[in-house]
């Protein structure tokens, strides 16, 4: 439905328990919930306020790319990764190090995007299909331990002869702020699901986000309840201007979101 993320945020309001967290903003929180966003339903941007795709897509860009410094994402005016950089702007082994470069014990690096595609075209039953930002081993030297941790594709089989198989991704996110980063966070990896579903020639199935500690932090209980108040648009949809040599090929001028309907933005501090 097109109000799930609002629910989940209204459940969270009303059910959460009060509990201090790293930041020492306090929280309500909820352990646990589930969300199913079919793909083919329309691309699921927030619509009860105006999410800067601009930056989701900037970000994503630079988690397959493979960095660790926030420059390339400033060059480009996102400045989301800011607060946690140190002043050479390093991140230490992020997500887009674990995604690309995994290091082995004997010195090596392993791809798992590029395996990701490999799977998806080669194997497409596999139920390996996964990658992991959450390298035990490297957490320690993370300027913040990975949110978004691990995820998982499956591909349905055509159901028609000569149709397409479609592609599904499920997400495992340990820590979910859910009035700042969840909007973010659903959209990347849909934008992530197109991105592959093109490359492999699959069609899109459904996003499904899987949250651990789920809370509202209590400097956005304020923003929560104007959100709260107002009523969603249905999903836009998402374009993807042409269809680039890989997965690491994709620029900023790819995409284009078509008639997103939104209420008007809020502000809100995000706790570091
Ligand atoms: N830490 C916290 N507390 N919340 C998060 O959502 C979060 N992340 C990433 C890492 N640590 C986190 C960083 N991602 C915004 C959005 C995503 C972020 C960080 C900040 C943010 O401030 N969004 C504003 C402005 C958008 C813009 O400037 O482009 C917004 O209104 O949406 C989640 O993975």
């Given at each position: 439905a097109r109000s799930q993320y609002e629910d989940f945020m209204r459940h969270v309001r009303d059910h959460g328990v009060a509990k201090g967290d790293r930041t020492g903003t306090g929280t309500r929180s909820v352990f646990g919930h589930q969300m199913r966003f079919d793909l083919n339903e329309g691309f699921p941007l927030v619509t009860t306020k105006k999410v800067h795709l601009k930056s989701i897509i900037l970000e994503l860009l630079w988690f397959l790319r493979g960095e660790r410094n926030v420059r390339w994402l400033q060059e480009r005016?996102?400045?989301?990764?800011?607060?946690?950089?140190?002043?050479?702007g390093d991140l230490g082994p992020v997500y887009g190090v674990q995604w690309r470069s995994w290091p082995t014990t004997d010195g090596g690096a392993i791809d798992q995007i590029a395996e990701v595609v490999q799977t998806l075209r080669s194997?497409?039953?596999?139920?390996?299909i996964i990658v992991s930002a959450w390298n035990v081993a490297d957490l320690p030297k993370m300027a913040l331990m990975p949110c978004h941790a691990f995820f998982q594709f499956y591909v349905a089989p055509?159901?028609?002869?000569g149709g397409r198989g479609r592609l599904s991704c499920q997400l495992y996110q340990r820590s979910a702020d859910i009035f700042l980063g969840v909007p973010f966070n659903i959209a990347s990896y849909a934008l992530l699901t197109h991105m592959l579903a093109q490359q492999c020639d699959l069609d899109v199935g459904d996003f499904i986000w899987t949250g651990g500690d789920c809370h509202i932090y209590d400097n956005h209980v304020e923003q929560v309840e104007t959100q709260l108040a107002r009523t969603p648009y249905p999903y836009p949809t998402l374009q993807i201007r042409r269809r680039p040599a890989s997965i690491l090929d994709y620029a900023y001028d790819d995409f284009e979101v078509l008639d997103y309907q939104h209420h008007p933005a809020i502000k809100a501090p995000v706790a570091v």
């Open positions: 005016g996102c400045t989301i990764w800011d607060e946690w950089a140190a002043d050479d194997n497409p039953d596999s139920r390996r055509a159901t028609e002869p």
